[in-house]
């Protein structure tokens, strides 16, 4: 809106705010302004929790230094999902679809997390929705991202090829090319495409919901995540950069910069609040949230590929359960980690909790950093 005033209406009569057609300085203005809302609002929302007392339970099975952590306010992904959106709103040209694509994504996601904890709240307990609804509605979602970038596709707006990094020839169509041009079977075609946009961001909302167990791990693993996405969406809606590092060039997806730069900014506002030791939790509204808006970009800008190492710790902590649960059940109840996920093995280990969390920051800048080499690396 800001955007659509100070450029659009305003910049034809005051040649001074034809700054406002900058990305970067949009998105810079976007990461501040998220950053004020999330720190201005924060102890209001914080305060609010605690007065309709939603607070966290935390599972029996948890580790035992966490029972002091029940009662802490959570669903503070709300405050996240606020600081998000309204900058992204403010700041991006809302004619663009894949702003509108994106939001949307994130919204439902955040909208999946609420339903989750607030069946937790109700019946105060630590298991909200099944497993089999989350997925759905996951799924569901997903989905309905996948069948938009089909008929963004369809107008010449996207690709439906991927992108492999260090093979810059090697693109393959997740289009079935023998049908699409037959009648009645159009659709069809795109059916590997829509499966793989759903596993990717299905995967990846559940994979940041695993890895929310310690106090700011999630959040911070985020910035990490958030910052290289943001640089990897300028270089993709940029003539000179994409045409040097030989991606694919996509105008339109370089807006959701703002976004990126947005989402940077919530999540260092709320690692303010949720530093160890935590005044509040993000809960599922958060972590799905924010899993979700990750994936769904890099699907979008064409570097669903570079996920596992853009969330490099958010893959190693899903793996990590998906490992125990299989040797528990194939092995006959034998584990290779003292606790999943992979967090609570080092906890167990003897390592304190601001040192797991830490080292996993570290851990999540390093496979960042090496998303980031593969631009070049073709």
Same mark, same amino acid.
């Given at each position: 809106?800001?955007?659509?005033?100070?450029?659009?209406?305003?910049?034809?009569?005051?040649? *001074?705010?034809?700054?406002?057609? @900058?990305?970067?300085?949009?998105?810079?203005?976007?990461?501040?302004?998220?950053?004020?809302?999330?720190?201005?609002?924060?102890?209001?929302?914080?305060?609010?929790?605690?007065?309709?007392?939603?607070?966290? @339970?935390?599972?029996?099975?948890?580790?035992?230094?966490?029972?002091?952590?029940?009662?802490?306010?959570?669903?503070?992904?709300?405050?996240?999902?606020?600081?998000?959106?309204?900058?992204?709103?403010?700041?991006?040209?809302?004619?663009?679809?894949?702003?509108?694509?994106?939001?949307? &994504?994130?919204?439902?996601?955040?909208?999946?997390?609420?339903?989750?904890?607030?069946?937790?709240?109700?019946?105060?307990?630590?298991?909200?929705?099944?497993?089999?609804?989350?997925?759905?509605?996951?799924?569901?979602?997903?989905?309905?991202?996948? +069948?938009? !970038?089909?008929?963004?596709?369809?107008?010449?707006?996207?690709?439906?090829?991927?992108?492999?990094?260090?093979?810059?020839?090697?693109?393959?169509?997740?289009?079935?090319?023998?049908?699409?041009?037959?009648?009645?079977? @159009?659709?069809?075609?795109?059916?590997?495409?829509?499966?793989?946009?759903?596993?990717?961001?299905?995967?990846? &909302?559940?994979?940041?919901?695993?890895?929310?167990?310690?106090?700011?791990?999630?959040?911070?693993?985020?910035?990490?995540?958030?910052?290289?996405?943001?640089?990897?969406?300028?270089?993709?809606?940029?003539? +000179?950069?994409?045409?040097? !590092?030989?991606?694919?060039?996509?105008?339109? +997806?370089?807006?959701?910069?703002?976004?990126? %730069?947005?989402?940077? %900014?919530?999540?260092?506002?709320?690692?303010?609040?949720?530093?160890?030791?935590?005044?509040?939790?993000?809960?599922?509204?958060?972590?799905?949230?924010?899993?979700?808006?990750?994936?769904?970009?890099? *699907?979008?800008?064409?570097?669903?590929?570079? !996920?596992?190492?853009?969330?490099?710790?958010?893959?190693?902590?899903?793996?990590?359960?998906?490992?125990?649960?299989?040797? @528990?059940?194939?092995?006959? %109840?034998?584990?290779?980690?003292?606790?999943?996920?992979?967090?609570?093995?080092?906890?167990? &280990?003897?390592?304190?909790?601001?040192?797991?969390?830490?080292?996993?920051?570290?851990?999540?800048?390093?496979?960042?950093?090496?998303?980031?080499?593969?631009?070049?690396?073709?």
């Amino acid at each position: 809106m800001l955007y659509w005033l100070l450029y659009e209406k305003l910049y034809p009569i005051f040649r *001074v705010f034809r700054i406002f057609r @900058y990305l970067t300085f949009r998105c810079v203005f976007a990461s501040l302004t998220a950053l004020l809302i999330g720190m201005l609002i924060g102890p209001f929302v914080i305060r609010r929790l605690r007065e309709f007392q939603i607070g966290q @339970y935390i599972r029996d099975e948890g580790p035992e230094s966490h029972k002091t952590k029940s009662g802490t306010p959570t669903m503070g992904g709300v405050l996240i999902a606020i600081a998000i959106l309204i900058p992204t709103l403010l700041w991006s040209d809302l004619r663009n679809p894949f702003v509108w694509l994106v939001m949307a &994504s994130t919204a439902a996601f955040a909208g999946i997390g609420f339903a989750d904890d607030y069946i937790k709240v109700v019946h105060k307990r630590n298991l909200g929705l099944t497993g089999r609804q989350k997925l759905a509605l996951q799924f569901l979602v997903s989905g309905a991202v996948a +069948v938009t !970038l089909t008929i963004l596709q369809g107008k010449g707006f996207y690709s439906t090829r991927l992108v492999v990094p260090f093979l810059k020839h090697f693109r393959p169509d997740l289009i079935i090319g023998s049908i699409h041009y037959t009648p009645g079977l @159009y659709w069809v075609s795109f059916l590997p495409f829509v499966l793989f946009v759903m596993f990717v961001i299905t995967g990846a &909302s559940n994979a940041v919901n695993l890895t929310d167990g310690l106090d700011g791990l999630a959040i911070g693993c985020t910035i990490v995540a958030a910052g290289a996405l943001t640089v990897l969406t300028y270089v993709s809606g940029h003539v +000179v950069f994409s045409d040097y !590092l030989e991606l694919q060039r996509m105008p339109l +997806v370089g807006e959701l910069t703002i976004f990126c %730069g947005a989402m940077v %900014g919530a999540s260092i506002s709320f690692l303010w609040y949720n530093a160890h030791p935590a005044e509040i939790f993000m809960g599922d509204v958060g972590s799905l949230m924010l899993g979700g808006a990750i994936a769904t970009v890099a *699907v979008v800008i064409k570097q669903e590929l570079l !996920l596992p190492f853009i969330g490099g710790v958010f893959i190693l902590e899903a793996l990590s359960v998906m490992l125990q649960v299989g040797s @528990y059940k194939l092995r006959g %109840g034998k584990r290779i980690f003292k606790m999943a996920p992979l967090h609570h093995h080092f906890e167990l &280990s003897g390592w304190s909790e601001s040192k797991v969390i830490t080292r996993f920051w570290i851990l999540a800048l390093v496979f960042a950093l090496f998303a980031l080499t593969t631009l070049k690396l073709r």
